[in-house]
């Protein structure tokens, strides 16, 4: 099989592993591919409230609206943010990655669980790139890390921005 022929059928396959990441499933974990294995199953959400203390419940792309009023959000990447992704027909339960690193104005480093595992859900991946594609460089379009075939993904995921991992002032009053 080509080099070519096997990365195409890689990013097919990822697109069953992308839709998988709501706030509760079951499947199996193994390392690889910048993964590591876990004590358990691990979808974004939970991973990503445990990570950065952001208390939201949902899928993931539920987390943009649940924040609005109790945390701060914005589309400027800051360590321990979390990036929300929003909902697609490739990504039915959207996505969150807890800010890791900031690499520069349209690069940053994401921890998250359960993206593009390959088939073996549940994963969690550490120090992954995420780059801004977007035309205005406000983070509302990214290309995402893809460890399987170890480049930045050709799919443009459609972003709302970061949630703060502190509460806003408004829910402070």
Not at 47 to 54: D, F, H, K, P
Not at 78 to 85: F, I, K, N, S
Request: charged fraction near 20%; charge should be positive.
């Amino acid at each position: 099989m080509s080099a070519l022929l096997m990365r195409l059928l890689l990013l097919a396959l990822a697109g069953g592993a992308l839709s998988a990441c709501g706030a509760s499933r079951s499947g199996p974990i193994a390392a690889g591919y910048g993964y590591e294995a876990s004590a358990g199953y691990q979808s974004c959400v939970p991973y990503a409230r445990a990570r950065s203390g952001i208390d939201l419940r949902g899928d993931g792309w539920q987390w943009w609206e649940a924040a609005a009023g109790r945390y701060d959000r914005g589309q400027s990447p800051r360590p321990g943010a979390v990036l929300v992704l929003q909902r697609t027909s490739r990504l039915r339960d959207g996505h969150v990655a807890v800010v890791a690193r900031v690499m520069g104005p349209r690069e940053i480093r994401v921890d998250h669980a359960n993206w593009a595992s390959g088939g073996l859900k549940g994963r969690v991946a550490r120090d992954q790139a995420v780059i801004d594609v977007s035309e205005r460089n406000d983070w509302s379009a990214v290309r995402v890390w893809y460890p399987p075939a170890n480049v930045v993904g050709n799919t443009v995921f459609p972003a709302y921005g970061f949630i703060l991992p502190y509460r806003s002032w408004a829910s402070a009053e």
